[in-house]
T-cell receptor
């Protein structure tokens, strides 16, 4: 079974530039998550999709961050304009999303962003 | 969501059993306890999940007392490759969807 795919793996941009990250979840997974992980900290949930609808974006800085999952499969996370404090790993994850016990979340390898 | 508290770091020698305890005093009736492992430059990886008593799989055991206010991840005979950050998560379907929040985790250093 293929895992969660993310690209690009690494990106370096200057502040005020824009960047986009792409995620392809595990086939059949209805729930898709984007997390931000700053060095030395645990992952912080930015946005959670159920199919193509947003169910939680309370910690997404909406003035500069946006995310979409148009067809309920792939997702894109965009940052515009980037700030120095956005330097982090952006993790995409997916799960079946059913209301069942043991709903395991699977993570991708992450996209490393450095803003200079 | 129930907040979790874990030790920031732990050291262990190779071959020893390691127990990492997580405190979650405000755990709700529907909450499950899940542990993830994260190596540098990788995304977190599911280790084990439980609701009560004891759960065991091929890599770890999870002990949950009757009051469920804490849980202990047990790693038998650790090796250098077990050096990683371990996260304890508590959560449950909310509004029909699984909500998951990570804490700061426990950094385990295995020493030769």
């Amino acid at each position: 079974e293929a895992g969660v795919a993310q690209s690009p793996r690494y990106k370096i941009i200057e502040k005020r530039q824009s960047v986009a990250f792409w995620c392809n979840p595990i086939s059949g997974h209805a729930t898709l998550y984007w997390y931000q992980q700053i060095l030395g900290q645990g992952p912080k949930l930015l946005i959670q999709f159920q199919n193509n609808g947003v169910v939680d974006d309370s910690q997404l800085p909406k003035d500069r961050f946006s995310a979409e999952r148009l067809k309920g499969v792939d997702s894109t996370l965009k940052i515009q304009p980037a700030k120095l404090e956005d330097s982090a790993v952006y993790l995409c994850a997916s799960s079946l999303g059913r209301i069942i016990s043991g709903n395991t979340i699977y993570f991708g390898e992450g996209s490393w962003l450095t803003v200079v | 969501l129930a907040k979790t508290t874990q030790p920031i770091s732990m050291d262990s020698y190779e071959g020893q059993e390691v127990n990492i305890t997580c405190s979650h005093n405000n755990i709700a009736t529907n909450d499950y306890i899940t542990w993830y492992q994260q190596f540098p430059s990788q995304g977190p990886r599911f280790i084990i999940q439980g609701y009560k008593t004891k759960v065991t799989n091929e890599v770890a055991s999870l002990f949950i007392p009757a009051d469920r206010k804490s849980s202990t991840l047990s790693l038998p005979r650790v090796s250098l490759s077990d050096t990683a950050v371990y996260y304890c998560l508590v959560g449950a379907p909310s509004g029909g969807y699984q909500k998951v929040t990570f804490g700061t985790g426990t950094k385990l250093q295995v020493i030769p």
